[in-house]
Structures are given as structure tokens and as C-alpha cells.
């Protein structure tokens, strides 16, 4: 049986390869005078070629594959970040890394895609009634332990895209506004409770800070310094740039952690308003066509599943941008397909290749 290619997404695949070369090229400007980051280039090359092969490997198998081993893939999520907690390795204040002798596995970005396919399998299953109690419920909870155990490490901005996700396939599978009315509400005494005892202190300067950064953080020591120099580089750069590899505060290496959280800034300052618009018109289109895959997929489960990957990846460009911007709080998300970082690299490409996966197959083949 040869089946045929007149359904894969290429623009998918164009607006892909076009934001791998952006991100390599950002990479380089943001890694290139620091001692530190000498070395993070040639390692980012060799994660998309990494993500590569897994988008060529996820586009070959049938979706439908992980439909029947959900469970056990959804348990070894859980069992991975339970084992965070336990042997993680700390870095920048959150114990989310798995140390590999050569080299270090984040596995809440994985799982990320796990518990797509995991709220993807059950609604689809109970596709006739997605609105009952029952199946909203059981739904909070497949998606709220990873939630919890992300949360503890602490990762807020991961737990928040697990929310993200959530919330577009609930809408998607078809629960009822008048329930998220009803979870809303319920939610709110929890949310005080977590304000006052869950967050860690700098959990919540951050959000203070966001709101007013002169104000909680006046001598520019904690996040107000990151905003501020994230708000520099991206109006210095006007409207055509400084030049790649040519900005000042990038090439001094006055942004924080500018190869991931802040690599919009660097575009922004070295490629000007309009580098930094086409790489929001490229996401947004690569976000698009997620969705189209969603509308044109075979089945409930196929079509779950790219409504997720596009939620999750939305979510990433919305936050990412925005805490550059200074109109989002600091959670350091990456950018998606530009960022530096093996493990969410892998993750999105593989996104990627389980979106063409779904839309070859929206056809049955006869043979």
C-alpha cells in the first residue's frame, strides 16, 4: 500500500523549516560573545537534527497507534515527573531536569504532548456525551496530576500551558460554557488559597513586578531589570534593526537567559518591527494550519489532538512574546521553534510530525 502525499500539509512544513533557520540564526546572534555560550550553537544544530528525525518518525506512524498504548504512555508520564521530584537536578530555582551524563532531559516538555493524546483518547471514546460531569471531571483529572507534579518543581509557566491545553480541547470536544461558568467560580477560593500558600515568594514578585515594576522592585534587582532590558533591545531596534549579530545590549549580553526566554527581544533589537513581525506572521500561520489539520482530521481523536498541539503552541508564542513585551509575567516559556533547548525542541517537532501524521491519514486508502 503507498500512500499517497497529496494531503500532507506543506505549508505546515515551509512555515517549519523557515522558523528552524530563524531560530539557528537568533541562536548564533544570542550565543556568540558569551564565553558561557560558546558551545550552544553547534548543540542546538544537533537538536533539530534530534527533532527532525523524531517529526519524520511521528509523520510515518499512524496516530491511531497511541490511541491503543495511552495508558501505559500516560502512566510512564506521571512515573517521569514523580522521578523529577525525586532526583531532578535544580537549575534556575526549579527542579526539572534529569541528569543524562552528557546531557540533561526535561520531561515535562514530552508530556506535554503525552497528555494531548491522553485527553485526546478519552474524549474521543466518550465523543457522545464530552459535556457529562463524569467525563469533565475525569478529564481535570488526567490533565491535573501532571499539573501538580509540574507545579511542585516548581514550573508555573509549564502548569499554565497544561491549562491552556486543557481548556481548547474541552471546548473543542464540546463542555458547555455554562461549565466553565461553573469551574470558574469553583476555582477562584482555590486560586486565593495558592496566592497565599502555594506560590513561593518570588513566584509572586514576579506577578507583583509584572504588574508595577517600578514599584515592587525600585532598585531594578529581581524581574524589573529583565523587563526593562527586554523593553530596551526591542524599542532600540526600530524599525529595521541594528543588523544580525549587531545589537548592543544582545552582543553585550545585557538580556537574560536571550538564547530561550528572551530571544524575542534579541530579533526584536538586531531584525527591528519588521524581523520580529514576520517571525509572529510565520508562528501564527504555523499555528493556522495546526488548526486546519484539526478541521480536516479523520476522527474525533485526530482532530482533538491537533486542537491541543495548536493550543500548546499558541500558548508558548502568547506568553513568550508578551513577557517580552512586559505584558505577560516572567515564567520563562520558550518560543517555539526558535528557543534554544534540547528537550522542548524535540517536543514541538515532534508536535509537528504528529500533525502530518493526522493529516495524511484523513482519507481512508482502498487497496
Same mark, same amino acid.
Request: with cysteine.
Given at each position: 500500500?503507498?500512500?499517497?502525499?497529496?494531503?500532507?500539509?506543506?505549508?505546515?512544513? %515551509?512555515?517549519?523549516?523557515?522558523?528552524?533557520?530563524?531560530?539557528?540564526?537568533?541562536?548564533?546572534?544570542?550565543?556568540?560573545?558569551?564565553?558561557?555560550?560558546?558551545?550552544?550553537?553547534?548543540?542546538?544544530?544537533?537538536?533539530?537534527?534530534?527533532?527532525?528525525?523524531?517529526?519524520?518518525?511521528?509523520?510515518?506512524?499512524?496516530?491511531?497507534?497511541?490511541?491503543?498504548?495511552?495508558?501505559?504512555?500516560?502512566?510512564?508520564?506521571?512515573?517521569?515527573?514523580?522521578?523529577?521530584?525525586?532526583?531532578?537536578?535544580?537549575?534556575?530555582?526549579?527542579?526539572?531536569? *534529569?541528569?543524562?551524563?552528557?546531557?540533561?532531559?526535561?520531561?515535562?516538555?514530552?508530556?506535554?504532548?503525552?497528555?494531548?493524546?491522553?485527553?485526546?483518547?478519552?474524549?474521543?471514546?466518550?465523543?457522545?456525551? $464530552?459535556?457529562?460531569?463524569?467525563?469533565?471531571?475525569?478529564?481535570?483529572?488526567?490533565?491535573? *496530576?501532571?499539573?501538580?507534579?509540574?507545579?511542585?518543581?516548581?514550573?508555573?509557566?509549564?502548569?499554565?500551558?497544561?491549562?491552556?491545553?486543557?481548556?481548547?480541547?474541552?471546548?473543542?470536544?464540546?463542555?458547555?460554557?455554562?461549565?466553565?461558568?461553573?469551574?470558574?467560580?469553583?476555582?477562584?477560593?482555590?486560586?486565593?488559597?495558592?496566592?497565599?500558600?502555594?506560590?513561593?515568594?518570588?513566584?509572586?514578585?514576579?506577578?507583583?513586578?509584572?504588574?508595577?515594576?517600578?514599584?515592587?522592585?525600585?532598585?531594578?534587582?529581581?524581574?524589573?531589570?529583565?523587563?526593562?532590558?527586554?523593553?530596551?533591545?526591542?524599542?532600540?531596534?526600530?524599525?529595521?534593526?541594528?543588523?544580525?549579530?549587531?545589537?548592543?545590549?544582545?552582543?553585550?549580553?545585557?538580556?537574560?537567559?536571550?538564547?530561550?526566554?528572551?530571544?524575542?527581544?534579541?530579533?526584536?533589537?538586531?531584525?527591528?518591527?519588521?524581523?520580529?513581525?514576520?517571525? %509572529?506572521?510565520?508562528?501564527?500561520?504555523?499555528?493556522?494550519?495546526?488548526?486546519?489539520?484539526?478541521?480536516?482530521?479523520?476522527?474525533?481523536?485526530?482532530?482533538?489532538?491537533?486542537?491541543?498541539?495548536?493550543?500548546?503552541?499558541?500558548?508558548?508564542?502568547?506568553?513568550?512574546?508578551?513577557?517580552?513585551?512586559? *505584558?505577560?509575567?516572567?515564567?520563562?516559556?520558550?518560543? $517555539?521553534?526558535?528557543?534554544?533547548?534540547?528537550?522542548?525542541?524535540?517536543?514541538?517537532?515532534?508536535?509537528?510530525?504528529?500533525?502530518?501524521?493526522?493529516?495524511?491519514?484523513?482519507?481512508?486508502?482502498?487497496?
Amino acid at each position: 500500500m503507498v500512500r499517497t502525499w497529496r494531503d500532507y500539509n506543506f505549508p505546515l512544513f %515551509l512555515c517549519v523549516v523557515i522558523l528552524l533557520i530563524f531560530g539557528a540564526a537568533m541562536v548564533y546572534s544570542a550565543t556568540l560573545r558569551d564565553p558561557l555560550t560558546q558551545g550552544y550553537f553547534s548543540r542546538h544544530l544537533v537538536n533539530l537534527l534530534v527533532g527532525c528525525a523524531a517529526m519524520a518518525v511521528m509523520t510515518a506512524i499512524d496516530y491511531h497507534f497511541f490511541e491503543s498504548w495511552i495508558v501505559p504512555f500516560y502512566l510512564g508520564a506521571v512515573a517521569l515527573l514523580g522521578l523529577v521530584l525525586a532526583i531532578g537536578q535544580v537549575s534556575s530555582g526549579a527542579q526539572s531536569w *534529569i541528569d543524562l551524563g552528557v546531557r540533561t532531559f526535561q520531561p515535562s516538555e514530552p508530556v506535554k504532548l503525552l497528555v494531548i493524546l491522553a485527553l485526546a483518547a478519552y474524549w474521543s471514546r466518550n465523543e457522545r456525551q $464530552p459535556s457529562a460531569w463524569r467525563v469533565v471531571i475525569t478529564s481535570l483529572i488526567l490533565v491535573g *496530576i501532571p499539573t501538580v507534579l509540574v507545579f511542585l518543581q516548581p514550573d508555573f509557566g509549564t502548569a499554565m500551558v497544561f491549562g491552556a491545553i486543557w481548556l481548547a480541547m474541552a471546548l473543542a470536544a464540546g463542555v458547555r460554557w455554562q461549565q466553565f461558568v461553573v469551574l470558574f467560580v469553583a476555582a477562584l477560593p482555590a486560586a486565593m488559597y495558592g496566592w497565599t500558600h502555594i506560590l513561593r515568594p518570588y513566584q509572586r514578585d514576579r506577578l507583583l513586578i509584572f504588574i508595577d515594576p517600578l514599584k515592587y522592585d525600585p532598585e531594578l534587582k529581581q524581574g524589573a531589570w529583565n523587563i526593562m532590558q527586554s523593553l530596551t533591545a526591542i524599542g532600540s531596534g526600530g524599525l529595521t534593526g541594528r543588523g544580525w549579530t549587531h545589537g548592543l545590549l544582545s552582543q553585550g549580553n545585557y538580556l537574560p537567559v536571550q538564547y530561550s526566554d528572551f530571544i524575542f527581544a534579541i530579533t526584536g533589537e538586531e531584525l527591528g518591527f519588521i524581523g520580529a513581525t514576520l517571525l %509572529l506572521v510565520f508562528l501564527g500561520v504555523t499555528v493556522w494550519q495546526a488548526l486546519t489539520v484539526a478541521q480536516a482530521a479523520r476522527d474525533s481523536f485526530g482532530r482533538l489532538i491537533a486542537t491541543g498541539i495548536a493550543a500548546m503552541l499558541l500558548c508558548h508564542v502568547l506568553v513568550n512574546v508578551g513577557m517580552n513585551m512586559s *505584558i505577560m509575567p516572567i515564567t520563562g516559556i520558550p518560543l $517555539p521553534f526558535i528557543s534554544y533547548g534540547g528537550s522542548f525542541t524535540l517536543t514541538t517537532l515532534a508536535a509537528v510530525g504528529l500533525l502530518q501524521s493526522i493529516a495524511l491519514r484523513r482519507r481512508r486508502i482502498t487497496f
